[in-house]
């Protein structure tokens, strides 16, 4: 079966950095599309970054120009580069996978199948 296994979370300071890392088992990503979520207490789960097995990146406004999506098939593992980070990018952080490109899980309603368990990130001021 799938799993995916997210690592790199931490407490960091206003203007810091961080790496996040999804390890995939289980999931052949030709054909497909990964994704970073996350979610603060008391909030919606927002979509932060895709990637498709195509090639096209995606960003969520709030964090385009400081996040980057990354992938590195020879390892099975999905990255998320975070920089110059805010008190606001607070949340637990999931990584996420389907068995479509990212222009077809779009169009779908249930999206996707395969989900980690998440890496807490906390910003402080």
């Known amino acids: 079966q799938v799993q995916l296994v997210e690592s790199g979370g931490g407490s960091v300071e206003a203007g810091g950095s961080l790496r996040l890392s999804c390890v995939a088992s289980g999931y052949n990503f030709h054909g497909g599309c990964m994704a970073w979520f996350r979610q603060a207490s008391g909030k919606e789960r927002e979509e932060v970054a895709t990637?498709?097995?195509?090639?096209?990146?995606t960003y969520s406004e709030s964090v385009r120009g400081r996040f980057a999506i990354s992938t590195d098939p020879a390892k099975n593992t999905l990255y998320l580069q975070m920089n110059s980070l805010k008190p606001e990018d607070t949340a637990m952080y999931y990584c996420?996978?389907?068995?479509?490109?990212?222009?077809?899980?779009?169009?779908?309603?249930?999206?996707?199948?395969?989900w980690g368990q998440g890496t807490q990130v906390t910003v402080s001021s």
């Open positions: 990637v498709s097995s195509e090639g096209p990146t």
């Open positions: 996420a996978a389907a068995n479509l490109y990212c222009r077809l899980v779009a169009l779908l309603t249930s999206k996707w199948p395969y």
